[in-house]
């Protein structure tokens, strides 16, 4: 099976949605890394839709999310912005979220496994009041590693995110309400799939962070698949919140291209 | 040129809600109370949508725990009615009221809101400086 970039892209995006991408650092989805020296790139719409319960604030979002990536032999990089409607205890928003610049490098990769490093930065381009940004720019590095038990791979990662600047106060709690974070956190991953034929995978995921100082424990998790058809790869995924009030249900469709 | 995209973002931006930097003088004046200022005022212009009795689904976002029906209710969160709505030495905040508001409590957003005047503004910070720190039974 052919090294599916965009897959490396999305595992490193934790899904391609955008805060997934900054709070999760999904990396090591279990795919073999492409030593390719010519660049790929790929491009992708999410569509999302989730209902939530926080501490002040109840209601859904429904959301589309496009990101573009680009992979060249061991480094990545990748931008990702939504676009959501938003409903807060009975009041409707339009607006966009925080947008998330993510750069990665496969540091080692031996016998099917794999380590490496990220770095995610998002941009406070979501209005903070309306629910859609943090309202100060987060800085999230991460390491990361994936291996084959097998048919099973395994992957998780571990990485820390901090607010710079901008103002620093989370009053109405889970914040933002479209893909929350607390302040300072250290964010941990843990996924595993296992491949059903030549087109299709199946995977379990779980993800979360633990605040550092003031904020809450926030666990996440869901099942997804995924359907690769020639240079198209589509995800199917349904997650749960668990703790720190991140959603109660939240359904993801991604569809990507690569090239 | 410069300085006047940087008045347009500014204004676009409307600014983020500040602390007023009101205190209540010492001694307390007692010019202004929950009844004579503070219940008319938040009738007036708040419990459109700050009411306890609003369900979620119908409350236009304003946040839970936010219920200005009651003085108990005021002074759960005192900073954020200054930070919204309140005007002293330090900011002069216009985020509350917003520009719709419903016609009916909890209603759709079918009006334009009432919105204070500057003076009504510095008094409502001014009540809540010494609101705050006046002495409660309950």
Wanted: proline share 7%; hydrophobic share 40%; glycine share 14%.
């Amino acid at each position: 099976m052919r090294v599916p970039f965009w897959i490396v892209i999305a595992s490193a995006l934790g899904g391609l949605a955008p805060g997934a991408a900054r709070a999760e650092h999904d990396h090591g989805g279990g795919h073999h890394h492409p030593v390719d020296t010519v660049s790929s790139f790929a491009a992708s719409v999410g569509l999302v839709a989730a209902r939530y319960d926080t501490e002040v604030y109840a209601g859904d979002y429904q959301g589309v999310l496009p990101a573009l990536g680009w992979m060249r032999g061991r480094f990545g990089a990748s931008a990702a912005v939504g676009a959501y409607r938003l409903v807060e205890n009975g009041l409707t928003r339009y607006g966009v979220s925080d947008v998330v610049l993510s750069a990665q490098a496969t540091l080692a990769e031996a016998n099917g496994a794999m380590f490496g490093v990220a770095l995610a930065i998002s941009l406070p381009t979501g209005d903070r009041y309306g629910g859609f940004g943090m309202g100060h720019m987060m800085v999230m590095p991460a390491v990361w590693g994936s291996g084959a038990m097998g048919r099973v791979r395994l992957g998780g990662s571990v990485g820390y995110g901090r607010a710079i600047g901008g103002e620093a106060h989370h009053d109405h709690g889970s914040w933002p309400l479209v893909d929350p974070m607390n302040l300072q956190e250290l964010t941990w991953t843990a996924n595993a799939s296992v491949p059903l034929g030549s087109a299709l995978q199946a995977g379990v995921k779980m993800s979360g962070g633990v605040p550092i100082g003031d904020g809450s424990n926030r666990v996440s998790g869901g099942v997804r698949a995924i359907w690769t058809q020639g240079q198209v790869e589509t995800a199917f995924e349904v997650q749960a919140g668990f703790a720190g009030d991140p959603f109660i249900l939240r359904g993801l469709v991604e569809s990507a291209v690569h090239f | 040129m410069r300085h006047a995209f940087l008045l347009a973002f500014l204004v676009a931006c409307g600014g983020s809600p500040t602390p007023t930097g009101t205190v209540c003088p010492d001694p307390d004046p007692g010019t202004l109370t929950y009844e004579n200022f503070g219940k008319p005022f938040m009738e007036k212009y708040c419990t459109w949508c700050h009411d306890k009795a609003i369900p979620r689904s119908q409350r236009n976002g304003a946040p839970i725990y936010h219920d200005y029906d009651s003085l108990i209710g005021v002074l759960e969160t005192p900073d954020h009615i200054d930070e919204q709505a309140g005007s002293g030495p330090k900011a002069s905040n216009g985020f509350m009221p917003p520009g719709r508001c419903p016609s009916t409590a909890g209603g759709s957003l079918s009006v334009d809101c009432q919105q204070p005047t500057e003076e009504e503004r510095q008094q409502l910070s001014a009540w809540i400086a010494c609101e705050r720190v006046r002495p409660h039974t309950f």
